[in-house]
């Protein structure tokens, strides 16, 4: 019987903690529920960029360039007047191999959601010219996911287990944002 592949053990090991997030984040299917995922991912983001920003990247990992889209979302708050909630605390992770990828699964993991959140922002009157800056940018960019899988899947001695926990931790981190934001005024 073949091993199964690390994404799928990954998505097993992270699958509550996906599960938490996205009841939190939500449809929101008003302005204000709107509003409040824009200040709840502008805070994840900016952290989590922040760090990704000041990490040495392991060897094995140097060739891939994360995508930041924490000024898009800012644009996004400008367009509709709402000034950011004050950002996380980004995970504590090392700068290993395993760290990374566990952050990176989270992000580029979102951008798989992003087609279906562009459509929700739509019916609310957003695009790509005003309020839903990022989310346009990230549905057009489905093809990075593949990419990561192979570098995830090719990626020599690495625990799954710290990989997993580095998910985890990002997870918990977007949680705390959007906990933040769902408590602060639209």
Same mark, same amino acid.
């Given at each position: 019987?073949?091993? @199964? ?12 903690? *996906?599960?938490?997030?996205? @009841? ?15 200040? +709840?991912?502008?805070? &994840? ?13 392991? #060897?094995?990992? =140097? @060739? ?31 700068? /290993?191999?395993?760290? !990374? !990828? ?6 580029? +993991?979102?951008?798989? +959601?992003?087609?279906? !959140? ?7 009157? &957003? ?6 800056? *990022? !989310? ?10 593949? =990419? &990561? ?6 990626? =020599? ?9 580095? /998910? ?6 977007? #949680?705390?944002? &959007?906990?933040?934001?769902? *408590?602060?005024?639209?």
């Amino acid at each position: 019987m073949p091993d @199964r592949s690390r994404r799928a053990q990954l998505r097993e090991n992270t699958s509550q903690a *996906h599960a938490s997030l996205d @009841r939190m984040v939500g449809s929101f299917e008003s302005l204000d529920s709107y509003k409040n995922y824009l200040r +709840g991912i502008w805070a &994840f983001r900016e952290a989590v960029e922040r760090k990704l920003v000041s990490t040495v990247w392991p #060897e094995q990992c =140097d @060739r891939w360039d994360a995508e930041m889209f924490s000024n898009l979302i800012a644009d996004d708050l400008r367009d509709l007047d709402v000034t950011p909630q004050l950002s996380v605390d980004a995970p504590v992770l090392d700068q /290993s191999p395993e760290a !990374l !990828l566990g952050v990176l699964y989270v992000l580029e +993991g979102s951008v798989l +959601g992003a087609r279906v !959140l562009y459509k929700r922002a739509q019916k609310l009157g &957003f695009d790509g010219d005003f309020g839903a800056r *990022h !989310l346009a940018v990230q549905s057009r960019r489905s093809d990075r996911w593949p =990419d &990561f899988l192979a570098l995830l899947e090719s990626a =020599d001695s690495i625990d799954m287990e710290r990989v997993a926990n580095a /998910s985890r931790a990002t997870f918990k981190t977007a #949680e705390q944002a &959007f906990r933040q934001a769902s *408590h602060e005024p639209a």
